[in-house]
């Protein structure tokens, strides 16, 4: 393992904590001028996180340690994520730990942690966010995990670097249904595990359909500005992971030089940027689905997922 | 053709056809039933197409034209023809086993067929075999269609789904039927669909609905 490899793993998790204000900012941004609103620039989260880090420390009375730690675990789990998953190079230095379940598991651990903290604070908005949340994140998980499942059928190995290497020595199988219904799988349920519409609408406070916001709505200061930039975090490490595994152009090697990483530091950027656009232009033409609808669209994403998994397994290889 | 493409286009056109089995389970919109039923004839055309070209056999090719005219174009215009103009007529009246639940008993169903057809592929593994279950879970979620939507039209849309899972598994198992057959089992669909057509339209002026399950009862 080269310094190159551990620079390239630096570079990952500092990129992420760098660049996802600027995707939820650049998001904002496409959103509004496809409404015909000025918007508030692409920097507006960074300027806003900057305001609430100066904030003073406020904790609601009756709170415990489950709610004052939460923040910090969101984004920790999350930076971990962003060090683990293959964005700019192949060979990090966790790339044996690197595996889709542990991935998902840090991604759930989370999701509960905040959960938890919603709960902990008593009131009617946490709770009902929270239970929203779960009832979400019982059918995401299992979800996630089949829709990677059928990507590493091909590849043979639940490990992300040798799924994302596997498809780039062979593009012919992402023409194949296991991963083209997996990719949908995957684009229906990280729409609705980074709260985007239609499961969740991002911009809005003190709705009875809202989720993610429910669940922070105590929180002030330098702790929900840790919170948004971990859920900004989740959005990119995601959408940079879908990237990679559908499209793994451009990305550095398992022993790389200063070219390929800056080459893979510029190829994942413009992945994500066109992504982010893509997903908040699609947002400007649909409507929230009623809560009641989201666990009907996320059965149909689990039945994809299903279908993914057979096909790539009963498809590809042959039976013997 | 190489056997590459032929195998990928053949996973491709199986794989199409179980998505559109599978959004017509989720959609409710009559007319969105009555699309994907085109979209679905339209894969299944593709497979007897595909192995057609492949084999360089005329009349698998014949056939290929004959299914894709009649499944995706026409049967779909006489369906959307009895598609009622009344807003309360174009959508399903809600299902007798909720969108959810139906998902989740058709990704059952899905493994279940891929299970039974085991044996069948294990006699002769080839690139058309190996896509029969994908077939087969077609005929089965085809049936679940019929028990458990309400409209007369969905159902139809359920035995015509049911007559597609069946061709499917034909094309693919035997690689295509003789031209004869394949006629007269397509004729056979094109007088179903009429009358069910001429049925529904009978049914919504008579009763002024097609909601089945208010026909239950005898009444003066």
Not at chain 1, 74 to 94: D, E, F, M, Y
Not at chain 2, 149 to 166: C, E, H, K, P, T
Request: charge should be neutral; charged fraction near 15%; avoid cysteine.
């Amino acid at each position: 393992m080269s310094a190159l490899a551990v620079a390239a793993a630096a570079l990952q998790v500092v990129g992420v904590l760098a660049g996802a204000p600027l995707v939820v900012g650049g998001m904002r941004q496409v959103r509004a001028r496809l409404e015909g609103r000025a918007g508030g620039g692409i920097g507006q989260p960074w300027r806003d996180l900057r305001k609430q880090l100066r904030k003073q420390q406020i904790t609601p009375r009756g709170t415990t340690v489950v709610f004052a730690l939460a923040p910090a675990v969101v984004a920790g789990s999350t930076l971990l994520i962003a060090a683990i998953v293959p964005l700019i190079a192949l060979g990090s230095p966790l790339e044996s730990v690197a595996d889709l379940f542990g991935v998902v598991g840090l991604l759930f651990l989370g999701t509960v942690a905040l959960t938890l903290a919603g709960i902990d604070t008593g009131t009617a908005f946490g709770g009902m966010g929270s239970s929203r949340e779960i009832t979400i994140a019982a059918l995401v998980e299992p979800t996630i995990l089949l829709a990677v499942f059928a990507l590493s059928v091909p590849g043979e190995s639940a490990n992300l670097a040798a799924i994302v290497s596997a498809t780039e020595n062979h593009p012919e199988q992402l023409v194949s249904p296991g991963s083209l219904l997996a990719f949908v799988a995957l684009g229906i349920v990280i729409i609705a595990e980074t709260g985007r519409l239609p499961v969740d609408n991002p911009s809005t406070h003190l709705e009875l359909t809202m989720i993610h916001e429910a669940m922070i709505l105590e929180y002030a200061g330098p702790k929900l500005a840790l919170v948004e930039w971990a859920s900004g975090m989740r959005l990119t490490v995601l959408l940079g992971l879908v990237a990679n595994l559908f499209m793994p152009w451009g990305i550095a090697g398992a022993d790389p030089s200063l070219l390929a990483v800056l080459i893979g530091l510029a190829s994942i950027t413009a992945k994500v940027v066109v992504l982010a656009g893509l997903l908040a232009a699609g947002e400007v033409f649909i409507a929230k689905l009623r809560l009641f609808r989201v666990p009907e669209l996320l059965a149909g994403s689990f039945l994809l997922a299903l279908l993914a998994v057979t096909a790539s397994y009963f498809l590809g290889t042959p039976t013997s | 053709m190489t056997q590459a493409t032929y195998t990928g286009v053949l996973d491709l056109a199986a794989g199409a056809f179980l998505l559109a089995a599978v959004l017509v389970v989720w959609r409710r919109e009559l007319r969105a039933l009555v699309r994907m039923l085109a979209w679905q004839g339209a894969a299944l055309a593709t497979i007897p197409l595909t192995v057609g070209i492949y084999q360089a056999d005329a009349a698998l090719i014949v056939v290929g034209v004959v299914v894709l005219l009649l499944r995706a174009v026409v049967l779909p215009l006489l369906l959307a023809r009895a598609v009622g103009t009344e807003d309360h007529e174009r959508r399903e009246s809600t299902p007798l086993v909720n969108t959810t639940t139906s998902l989740l008993i058709t990704a059952g169903l899905t493994v279940l067929a891929y299970a039974v057809t085991r044996p069948i592929i294990a006699l002769d593994p080839s690139p058309a075999t190996r896509a029969v279950p994908a077939a087969f879970a077609v005929i089965l979620i085809a049936v679940f269609v019929m028990v458990s939507r309400r409209r007369a039209l969905s159902q139809a849309v359920g035995f015509m789904m049911l007559d597609n899972g069946i061709a499917a598994t034909a094309f693919l198992i035997t690689s295509g039927v003789p031209l004869i057959v394949e006629l007269g089992a397509s004729l056979d669909v094109l007088f179903a669909v009429l009358v069910l057509g001429l049925l529904t339209g009978q049914m919504r002026r008579t009763f002024g609905g097609t909601d089945l399950d208010q026909l239950r009862e005898l009444r003066d």
